[in-house]
């Protein structure tokens, strides 16, 4: 996995919706219908397809590899956790600024109506 390109998922490389629950038929299936696509022999982008074909073969090697499939896997649902972890913190501060700008009105309504009743007593003076 070290091998791999970073921020690129191996399953999506091969078009595999289901990720991890992909099969290793399936995977064998994309991998073989890819590279009939894009084998630097039969692309039509001759520029990019060598790097495309050998990201595809890096892919293909991880997914085939059970020890490697198994760090991907452990890899991706950690990342996905800590995702679901940052989208609920994302709820709570959005929660705490809603209640610390509520505070700020009570506040800021507390002190006009005490300058309103000092303004009252500098003019009874």
């Known amino acids: 996995m ?3 390109v970073e921020g690129k998922n191996p ?3 091969l078009g595999l919706d289901k990720g991890a629950q992909s099969t290793l038929d399936e995977i064998k299936k994309a991998y073989r219908r890819l590279a009939l696509i894009k084998h630097p022999d039969k692309a039509k982008n ?3 397809a060598a790097q495309e074909f050998d990201e595809l073969k890096k892919a293909y090697a991880i997914l085939t590899d059970k020890s490697a499939r198994g760090a991907l896997d452990d890899c ?3 990342q996905s956790r800590r995702e ?3 989208a609920q913190q994302d709820a709570k501060r959005q929660k705490m600024r809603q209640d610390l700008e509520r505070r700020e009105k009570q506040g ?3 002190k006009s109506e005490e300058e ?3 303004a ?3 003019v009874g003076c």
């Open 2 to 4: 070290d091998q791999f």
């Open 11 to 13: 399953y999506t490389i």
């Open 46 to 48: 001759k520029e990019t």
């Open 76 to 78: 991706l649902d950690v």
């Open 84 to 86: 679901e972890r940052l």
């Open 108 to 110: 800021a309504a507390a």
């Open 116 to 118: 309103q009743a000092r």
């Open 120 to 122: 009252r007593l500098k």
